[in-house]
């Protein structure tokens, strides 16, 4: 087990040392940033949606509940 692990650690500290390896890091790095603004952005957007339904909804219940009043008034 133990010869068999060398070879990667060998290419993992070396990968880690080259600056090939540190530039990949950074560019993973700047990938996962971008892309985690990319979900924050969208997350953002599906709250507001949720919200503008809401605020509708809510406008849907007024006039139903003024509606209501109406047709008691008729009632009367």
Do not use: Y
């Amino acid at each position: 087990g133990f010869k068999g692990s060398m070879p990667f650690g060998r290419l993992r500290v070396r990968k880690c040392e080259g600056a090939k390896g540190r530039g990949s890091d950074w560019f993973s790095v700047q990938r996962f940033n971008r892309h985690s603004s990319i979900v924050n952005r969208h997350s953002s957007i599906v709250n507001r949606q949720s919200s503008f339904v809401n605020r509708q909804s809510s406008i849907v219940n007024r006039q139903s509940s003024i509606v209501n009043r109406q047709s008691s008034f008729v009632m009367v």
